[in-house]
């Protein structure tokens, strides 16, 4: 049986920033082709959605720079 855990250790920031260097890592060890573009784009989405998450919970709610 799976144990679930209750509370998150981590924030989502921190896990979107973690797969998307876990992708662009993976991405430098695979030739050029379809797979690596996919790998980079993934991380690029994660990486802006962490940014994303992070601006939506700033205090200020200031326009991306």
Do not use: C
């Not at 993934?42 to 200031?62: F, N, P, Y």
Request: proline share 6%; no cysteine.
């Amino acid at each position: 049986m799976i144990k679930h855990r209750r509370f998150r250790n981590t924030t989502l920031e921190e896990m979107l920033a973690d797969q998307a260097q876990r992708l662009a890592r993976q991405a430098q060890g695979i030739p050029p082709g379809y797979k690596r573009q996919r790998l980079v784009r993934k991380a690029r989405q994660a990486e802006t959605a962490s940014h994303m998450i992070d601006w939506v919970m700033s205090s200020g709610l200031q326009p991306p720079k």
